[in-house]
């Protein structure tokens, strides 16, 4: 066999003239001198290149789905053409398919002969504990300049092991992999449990590049809550109500969903939508003369985040074991995010389940955005069914927003992209790939102007339909965190690991003011829905920023003046939320606690303290229920009503 670059030329130009690519073509014949050659490309004949790849990727697939002894192995995904050049994905493939083989051998060994487990209910991921990339930071140093991504340990024993990377520029050190001091109490899942938080640790991809897009493969889990989960403690005694247990979704129908929506590409039509399964929500009630606490328990890992639906009290949560859940009168709906093959995590590891790292829902409340760790975006209606599936990037997607109108989903990535879709038909409408870094959050400031941030230290405000940013705003001295647009749409604040928050306006280049006050990383910020052209015009306009400093600060955003420090917390602070009339502030942090404080006075309204460290914040509509997230598996909503009677 021979291969001269002469006949790859004449192959590729005749796949440039199939195609209508004239011009191309035209110019490539010149280049390569094709028309020297012996041979015309009239006798190549239609589709000879696409023949050639694809026999090369049926090659490609035989090298890994065949053992030495030449049995076939586990059914996979077929690979793309990407995957196939990627050394790594291959090898990620070859280990995945060993470690499915290795774990079915000893379970048949185990198990009675009239037992048999199909091969997606393995616990593959149990074989190998694997990293996966979230969005939530430990309360360490971060190293200026660093290429870091966020992770999380897959067992608190790494805790005694930490490798730590000397910043040589500034002395400081800062955690390879770890986790927060507050170590979460484990929850009664089948081991090994991964309820540690999730950290940072760098991005050490080979060569440098992000791992290319694959599809995780369906890490299936036991979804029965075992209903001896230790319910949160209480300022008041907890009524200790049992626990029903969840029903596993039924492993057809999720199949079924899934393979319905893997059909749709980025430019077919999306199909029929297919319900999620629905099933009985269990909670354990708490009574309280001020807030009744109500825990839901339903994931199987850590709930991330959670968001309430803007038009009614259904509230959604994504977690680490793959799925979403949308809770709504005692009934959770869950949606599973499945894949068919391993994906690349930073430390070169497989990562099969993908965790759901941000959601969101639309404006009138019809739709559901989530993003996860496969690289993919998908969105539901509120009954669960999955409309659209989006593909296109090339790692794990960190934010996911909805444009006002609903007309745009906006997504924000670690392969240092953002991404417009088309929310109509789940298609690619524009990417920007103009950051340096990981690009860790976005924000609309309406529907057409969006702003993005980075680990490059550097935020982008684009417009759709514009090649190239309309600013770039630079000032941060380390990786910005997090961006929020004012609910006028001109003031953008930002916040980053240098310890600053920064607000800047549409008119400047530079930022306006620079708030100084926090001692550590400040992690997010969140604007009141206060001031000109909100519910409450006449409400000053405030910003509440939280740090690893264990603080809380509210911010006057005319003068940059903090007005209150609220202490209380004794570790890291990952959410804020204010309630509409930005009376109430309520903030949740890695020492297990909800607080509930008087904007008005800095005082602390009421404490709640559940049972492992929280993760994100968000009161309800209309500001009568709080929901938090845990990192043991669980999500709790409070009813405050009664509490604002203490305002006054």
Known sequence: MSLQSDDLNLLVFRYLEESGFSHTAFTFSQESRIHHMNHHSSVVPAGALISVVLKGLLYAEAEIALSEDGSELVEQEPLTLLECVSPDVLAARQRFQGGVIATQATTSAVAPATTSMPAAVVPVAEAEPSLAISRVKTKSDSTAGSAAIRTKTADSSSRGATAKTADAS????????????????????????RAEPKIRTELRAVDGHVPMDTSGTPDIKDASIAASVPAPTHSLPVSTAPVAAVAAPAAAAVAAAEDLSSQIAMKSPPPAAVPATTAPAPVTPSSDTECKATVLRGHSSEVFICAWNPKNDVLASGAGDGTACIWNDGM??????????????GSGNAKVTPDVTSIDWNQDGSLLATASYDHVARVWNQEGALLHKLCGHQGPIFAIKWNRKGSFLLTGSVDKTAVVWDAATGTIKQQFAYHTAPCLDIDWQGNSIFATCSQDRSIHVCRVGYDRPIKVLKGHTNEVNTVRWNPAGNILASCSDDTTAKLWTTRDDTYVHNLESHTREIYTLKWSRTGPFTQYPNAPLRLATASFDSTVRLWDADTGRSLNCLKGHGEAVYSVAFNPDAQLLASGSFDNCVHIWSTKDARLLHKYKGGAGVFEVCFNRDGTKIAASYSDHSVVTLDIRNLKSRLN
Do not use: F, I, S
């Open 170 to 193: 500034n002395g400081r050190v800062k955690l390879g992999v770890g986790a927060p001091r507050v170590k979460p109490e484990p929850a009664p899942v089948r081991a090994p449990t």
């Open 332 to 345: 959770a709906t869950v949606l599973q995010h499945k894949g068919t093959a391993p994906v690349m995590n």
